[in-house]
C-alpha cells in the first residue's frame, strides 16, 4: 500500500495470517514477528509487491489478482 503524507510517500507492508478455516485472530506484535520471520527468511524478495507465504510447502510467490470464473475470463487473455 502506498501512502502519501505531506508530498512525502511511505510505504506500508500489511501481513495477513490465514488458517485452514480462514483469518487467524492475532495482534499487532504477532502480525509483525510473522512479516520480520518472513523478512528474514527471504532476504531476497521484493515486499513492494503482494507474495503469499504458504507455511505448507515453504513457498513464497507473487500472489497476483485473479478474476473468478464466474465473470467468465477467456483462458490466456490479456485482462
Known sequence: MWKKTDGIGRVR???VLDGTTGP??????????AYNFLRL???GADWTRPLAYDART???TVDAPCAPAELGAV?????
Open 13 to 15: 507492508t500489511y501481513v
Open 58 to 60: 515453504g513457498e513464497l
Open 24 to 33: 487467524v485472530e492475532a495482534n499487532r506484535e504477532q502480525h509483525r514477528a
Open 41 to 43: 527468511m527471504f532476504p
Open 75 to 79: 483462458e490466456g487473455a490479456d485482462q
